[in-house]
């Protein structure tokens, strides 16, 4: 056989393992008897993500043509077998009963040649526990207690904002301007550090902000084949955020811990916990000698922190403040709410007070459900799980798991006329007659988020200024219904949402 003839079958043999591997993969679950849709040879499930299908689509359509049939059914993220989870029981299971065998996400992580994706939500197994544990302090109610007259200092201004801005029109794009206060509330809070997105809607911090969503390496469907493979991509040293946005972060980190350290400044805040973690000795494996964070891992901390303080409480806020303008009358009880629980606090806004106004922890319950910022939870099974009471039901080591958080919340099962945005939903009563695991805007177990007491004040701060001062009501450039960005794994519409807002 001529050299031609050695490579062509080389090539032809390669192809027809090619063709036999895909195969195997794309009959994984018919092969045992798991109900799931026929994949797309090349993109499984998620045939059209970002042009006609969201991430949050996909899993919605697929949850709700399988709902009944079993406490899971198969789906392919392109060429990969995954679970996607029908049942509360199931979740549950997952999420806090059985954690110890689902406690990671299964998602990328280098922090060699990528080192922001080194923070808590993507880090792994006992380096995950240890950062989780020594960062635990930062959120309690005691912590909570301390940044508050920050956040209120943060609000006011926002007031003086908003007023400035409707006095030129009173058709205000108000995501934007949220993103700017929680912009600024997470800066001062949680770095010590004064933003001025407020006063500057150019400033800096706010520019990063928006790049972390607009400026990426890569399309979304690349980013899917990198957290679907992630060992391969770690093998091809692969990188996901461009360089000005990785070297702004550990530049920031650099310069605030410089500072602090040669002007001997000491704050209550994160970063500090951070720079303390920085001196102490952490083990984070079994094996690995104690040692302090680096400075890349305190920037990896910072980011994430900085992403998840800014991007979700304001998405919730907009979406929020849309549901009021479109339901006038919940508007107004929620804010005789507010009035009467200030009054009963002596005129001031105090952290008792936030805490006390029963309505709107339902009101902002009803838009976490609805609108869910994180619309899907995942998770990597880290040996075989056999689901109980379901023998033929078997997760096997290594395969994800996927929990569609926006799926459950609009399931009609659980919440009847999901569509409708009801806050009495969440009253007392029906919180009772309802499993805690139907509502996961902030995850559930070990790995919840552990910023939801920071992420619930900062809303209810904001709430209790904003509505003592303004209304807000629908206008012509007010999307009804809205239109959702596919090309987001964040819920988040395509514009801005804009609301004709009045001075009270």
Request: aromatic share 10%.
């Amino acid at each position: 056989m001529n050299v031609t003839g050695i490579l062509l079958s080389i090539i032809l043999a390669a192809i027809a393992a090619f063709i036999y591997r895909a195969h195997r993969n794309l009959t994984y679950w018919q092969r045992r008897g798991i109900p799931c849709d026929s994949p797309h040879w090349i993109h499984g499930n998620l045939h059209g993500l970002s042009k006609t299908i969201s991430f949050a689509e996909a899993f919605i359509k697929v949850y709700r043509r399988y709902s009944g049939s079993g406490p899971f059914c198969g789906f392919y993220l392109l060429q990969k077998p995954a679970v996607l989870v029908l049942t509360p029981e199931l979740a549950k299971q997952v999420l806090i009963k059985n954690f110890s065998n689902f406690s990671e996400r299964g998602l990328y992580v280098n922090e060699k040649d990528e080192p922001l994706t080194g923070h808590l939500f993507l880090l792994q197994s006992q380096k995950w526990r240890v950062m989780r544990n020594k960062l635990t302090p930062t959120f309690t109610s005691g912590q909570m207690k301390f940044m508050f007259p920050t956040v209120v200092s943060v609000a006011e201004q926002f007031v003086e904002t908003l007023n400035s801005d409707i006095e030129k029109s009173n058709v205000v794009e108000i995501k934007e301007l949220l993103a700017r206060f929680t912009t600024d509330v997470i800066g001062s809070c949680a770095f010590g550090i004064e933003c001025n997105s407020l006063k500057n809607p150019d400033a800096i911090f706010r520019q990063m902000g928006r790049r972390i969503f607009t400026d990426t390496r890569h399309s979304l469907l690349v980013e899917t084949m990198i957290n679907t493979a992630p060992n391969m991509a770690r093998k091809f040293h692969m990188r996901t955020f461009p360089d000005a946005i990785t070297d702004f972060f550990l530049n920031i980190v650099r310069e605030a811990v410089d500072y602090r350290e040669k002007k001997h400044v000491q704050r209550n805040d994160f970063l500090n916990i951070l720079m303390e973690l920085n001196k102490g000795k952490l083990k984070f494996d079994d094996k690995g000698e104690e040692k302090g964070l680096t400075l890349e891992e305190m920037a990896a901390q910072v980011f994430v922190f900085f992403i998840a303080g800014f991007e979700t409480s304001s998405t919730t806020l907009a979406f929020l403040l849309y549901e009021l303008a479109l339901n006038p009358d919940i508007q107004q009880r929620l804010r005789a709410e507010i009035i009467e629980a200030v009054e009963n606090h002596g005129g001031k806004v105090t952290y008792e007070c936030v805490n006390s106004i029963s309505y709107m922890k339902q009101v902002v319950s009803e838009t976490l459900r609805k609108y869910p910022v994180l619309p899907h939870l995942r998770r990597k099974a880290m040996a075989d799980y056999v689901v109980p009471g379901h023998p033929n039901y078997v997760i096997e080591k290594g395969k994800t798991v996927v929990i569609s958080v926006m799926a459950i919340h609009h399931d009609p099962e659980i919440y009847p006329e999901p569509e409708k945005f009801d806050p009495e939903r969440f009253a007392p009563k029906e919180m009772q007659s309802r499993d805690s695991i139907t509502w996961l805007p902030f995850g559930e177990g070990p790995r919840n988020c552990i910023g939801l007491r920071f992420a619930q004040m900062q809303i209810r701060i904001a709430l209790a200024y904003l509505l003592r001062n303004f209304e807000f009501g629908i206008c012509a450039k007010t999307d009804i219904p809205l239109v959702f960005d596919r090309k987001q794994v964040l819920t988040t519409t395509k514009s801005g949402i804009h609301l004709k807002v009045q001075a009270i």
